[in-house]
């Protein structure tokens, strides 16, 4: 596995697809897997941009509105910026458990927030009634 298709910092390519649908991963969390790698992706070019280690939630709202104006569309907004906060938080929440940066996670990182998340839904008391 080369670095680079196991670092999601160069974008979601061809050879990182491959990589994510080769994966002993259900359809739903490969799906999530490269939703992850995009907003990582996005955090990082943001990030960059203003020379920074932290992603405050302005930052987001700006990029999210700059995203939107192409469509002049206030909801889709609203609705991107809720949905890369929440990308955000998970990310950040992972990064912190495990003493990384954000800016350094890999693609094994993504899989573990992944198959994290789809155990806590097999413990959620709501799923077993």
Known sequence: MSNQSNNPSSYINEDLLKQIEDMNLSVYQ??????LCHCLHVFREILAEKDAKI???NDLKLWTDKQSARFDDKVF???LFRQMCIARSKLEEFSL???KDLQNLV???LVSIINQNHEEELDDPK???
């Open 30 to 35: 490969k799906h999530h897997v490269r939703l």
């Open 55 to 57: 992603l405050s939630s």
């Open 77 to 79: 907004s609203d609705s």
């Open 97 to 99: 458990k495990n003493d």
């Open 107 to 109: 693609l094994d990182d």
């Open 127 to 129: 799923e077993k009634m």
